[in-house]
C-alpha cells in the first residue's frame, strides 16, 4: 500500500501519463518476446513500442498482422492492453485497492477525480464501479452474440474471436483478426457483424455517465445537460456523416460505387460511425475522394464524449464551441443550452482543447510529412496524424512505411490523444495562483 500511495505524490495529471507508460512498456516487452510471434523472433523494439502504444491507446494503427504476425499468446497481450487501455490502469487499480480496502486520501481522491474528468470527487468509487459492470455486461452480451455469428465460420475458435472483437469494438481499439490488414473490406455482406460493431462503438463512444442516465433516468426531460449534448451532437455527427460520405463516394467505383444504394447507405453510416474513433473500415481509405477523406478528418479530430473509451478533442467540446459562435453572433455574453447556461471557463476550456489539439496535429504532421520526405501527399500524412491523435485507427497504409522517428512522433502523438491534451499539457505546466490585478486595455481583433 505504501507503493501505491507514494505514486500519488506526482501531480494527478502526471500520474495518469504514468500509469499509461506503465502498460505501454510492459506490453512492449511482452510484444518482443519469442512467444509472441509466429516466427518465434518476437517483434522489433521499435514496432513493439508504437503496437503496445497503438493498443494500450485504444488506437488501432498498427505494423504487425495481429492474425497472421502474433500467437495466441500475443494476441492475449493486445486484448489485454486493449481492455486495460479502454477503462483505464487508473480506474481498474483503484477498484482493486479499494476493494482490499484502502482508504485514499485527498490527492488520491483528486487523482481519480482528474482521470475521470469529474468536477467533483462525491460519488467516484460508485461511478468507477458502474464503469467496470458497465463494460463487462456490454462486452460479453456481445462477445456472445459474435461467438455464436462466427461459430459456422471458425469453429471453437468463433470464442476468441468473439471475445476480441467485441472489446476491441467497445474500447473503440479497431483492432481485429480477419488478416491481411483488411479489417471488415471483405465482409461488407456480414450485416449482422457490422452492426454489432456499429452498436459498440457508438456504446463505447457515448461514455459511462450518459450510460448510466439512459438505465436510471430513462426519460429526456430528467437527462443531464450532458447526456442532452452528448445525444444531440453524436445524433447530428453520424447523421452529417453519412450523408456526405454517401453523396462524395455515390459515383466512386473504387470505393462504394459499384454497390446497390442500400449498401452504400449502410456502409457509409458505419464509416460515419467509426470514424469517429474506432478505426474499423469496409473499403480502401486511400482510394476515397479528397473530400471524404476531408470529412473522416474533421469526425475522427471530433472524436467521441468524454469519459469514454473514445478520443478526439471530444464531441461536447465542439458542440460548445459552436454554441459559444452562435452567442457571439447573437450578441449575448450568456450561453444557454436546453434551459441551462454553460459557464466562461467552461467556454474557455473549450476553445483551449480545440486550439491545443489543431497546434499539436499540424505541428506532428509536418514533422510526419518531412520525415516522410513528401513520399506521399500531405493530407495523407494529415489523415494518419488525426487517426493517431483521435484514437481512431483508420490508416491509409503508410504508418509501415515510416522510419523510427516517425513511429516515434507518431506513437507519442496517440498517447497524447488518449490521455488528453489538456491533461498532456497540465502535467507539464506548473499552475500558480496570482492575486495580482492589472488594469484593462482593449486591442482590436477580427
Not at 494529415?382 to 485507427?393: H, R, Y
Amino acid at each position: 500500500m505504501d507503493k501505491f500511495q507514494k505514486i500519488f505524490l506526482l501531480k494527478p495529471t502526471q500520474v495518469i501519463i504514468a500509469s499509461f507508460l506503465f502498460m505501454i512498456f510492459l506490453g512492449m516487452f511482452l510484444l518482443m518476446l519469442p512467444i509472441s510471434t509466429t516466427n518465434n523472433s518476437g517483434l522489433s523494439a521499435i514496432d513493439a513500442l508504437f503496437v503496445s502504444t497503438s493498443a494500450s491507446c485504444v488506437t488501432g494503427l498498427t505494423v504487425v498482422d495481429c492474425k497472421n504476425d502474433l500467437t495466441f499468446f500475443g494476441k492475449v497481450v493486445m486484448i489485454f492492453l486493449i481492455q486495460v487501455g479502454g477503462l483505464g490502469i487508473m480506474t481498474l487499480a483503484t477498484l482493486v485497492v479499494h476493494s482490499m480496502g484502502h482508504k485514499f486520501q485527498l490527492k488520491q481522491n483528486l487523482t481519480l477525480q482528474e482521470s475521470l474528468n469529474q468536477s467533483s470527487q462525491v460519488g467516484i468509487f460508485n461511478l468507477i464501479k458502474k464503469i467496470v459492470q458497465y463494460t463487462f455486461a456490454i462486452e460479453i452480451f456481445f462477445a456472445i452474440l459474435l461467438t455464436i455469428h462466427f461459430f459456422p465460420e471458425f469453429g471453437f475458435e468463433a470464442i476468441g474471436y468473439g471475445i476480441f472483437h467485441s472489446i476491441s469494438a467497445f474500447c473503440n481499439a479497431g483492432f481485429d483478426l480477419f488478416g491481411n490488414y483488411d479489417s471488415l473490406c471483405k465482409r461488407t455482406d456480414d450485416y449482422f457483424l457490422m452492426t454489432c460493431i456499429a452498436l459498440l462503438i457508438i456504446l463505447g463512444g457515448i461514455g459511462f455517465t450518459v450510460m448510466n442516465d439512459f438505465v436510471h433516468r430513462r426519460k429526456w426531460k430528467k437527462f443531464s445537460l450532458h447526456t442532452k449534448i452528448v445525444v444531440v451532437s453524436n445524433i447530428l455527427l453520424i447523421l452529417i456523416g453519412t450523408i456526405l460520405i454517401f453523396s462524395v463516394e455515390f459515383f466512386n467505383e473504387d470505393t462504394l460505387g459499384k454497390l446497390p444504394v442500400f449498401d452504400q447507405i449502410f456502409q457509409s453510416c458505419f464509416t460515419s460511425i467509426s470514424c469517429r474513433t474506432a478505426g474499423f473500415n469496409t473499403f480502401d481509405l486511400s482510394q476515397a475522394k479528397q473530400i471524404s477523406q476531408l470529412v473522416m478528418i474533421i469526425l475522427m479530430f471530433i472524436g467521441a464524449s468524454p469519459l469514454s473509451t473514445g478520443g478526439g478533442i471530444k464531441s461536447t467540446t465542439f458542440f460548445v464551441i459552436l454554441m459559444s459562435m452562435w452567442t457571439v453572433f447573437r450578441g449575448r455574453e450568456e450561453m444557454i443550452i436546453f434551459g441551462r447556461k454553460i459557464s466562461k471557463n467552461l467556454r474557455d476550456q473549450a476553445f483551449a482543447i480545440f486550439t491545443m489539439g489543431t497546434i499539436w496535429v499540424v505541428t506532428a504532421g509536418i514533422i510526419l510529412s518531412v520525415i516522410d520526405g513528401e513520399v506521399h501527399d500531405l493530407e495523407e500524412v494529415i489523415f494518419e496524424t488525426v487517426s493517431g491523435f483521435a484514437t481512431v485507427g483508420m490508416g491509409i497504409g503508410i504508418t509501415s512505411e515510416w522510419n523510427i522517428w516517425g513511429k516515434l512522433i507518431l506513437a507519442l502523438t496517440m498517447l497524447v490523444g488518449r490521455v488528453g491534451i489538456m491533461t498532456f499539457m497540465l502535467s507539464l505546466i506548473t499552475q500558480k495562483n496570482t492575486r495580482i490585478k492589472y488594469p484593462e486595455e482593449k486591442i482590436m481583433i477580427g
